[in-house]
């Protein structure tokens, strides 16, 4: 156990039951504790594996390479549709937890058995995201934009490909891309 995690695992709320369980249950795997991103990820040969976090009404356990996973027991969860690789086994109840001790383990170790194998997540290229209509529009219609996005890094370049299709109404899809079309100019991403 790292004592550099102590304080996740002490701190009071709702989930600290599971997430101890979870712990023990982790590192009788042989995976090493690490804090990564303000959570506890456990690693092998310094590669991520499995991260224990918590939301308002489950905490999980997210496996990096989960799209790897054969999961024959059909309980991994893709956060959303724009999630790639990892993957979540959630829970809802603590007590959950111990009932599927065996399959836990068994999930933890297919995913170091993936990473020892040297398995790598087929992502999607960034010329196979869907370019809002709206944005099209607006290239097309400004040719400096266009050359602007197009030097962009393709992980910029899906960033903002993912931020100009979520809105549903196109008045909202155009509010955005007119936001951010000055940082584009100035080649910087949606976070930069």
Known sequence: MNPELDFF???DGKWQGAYKQLRVLI???GLTEE????KPCYTFKGTNIVLIHGFKEYCA???HKGALLKDTNGILVQQTENVQAARQIRFTKAKEIAGMKATLKAYIFEAIEVEKAGLKVDFKKTKEYKVPEEFEKKL????????AFESL???RQRGYLLHFSQPKQSKTRISRIEK???QI???KGLND
């Open 9 to 11: 695992f002490n701190m």
């Open 27 to 29: 590192l009788e795997c």
């Open 35 to 38: 804090l990564k991103w303000g």
């Open 61 to 63: 356990l997210l496996f």
């Open 140 to 147: 097309v219609e400004t040719p400096e934009l266009k050359s």
């Open 153 to 155: 890094t393709p992980g």
């Open 180 to 182: 951010c079309m000055e």
């Open 185 to 187: 100019l100035n080649g």
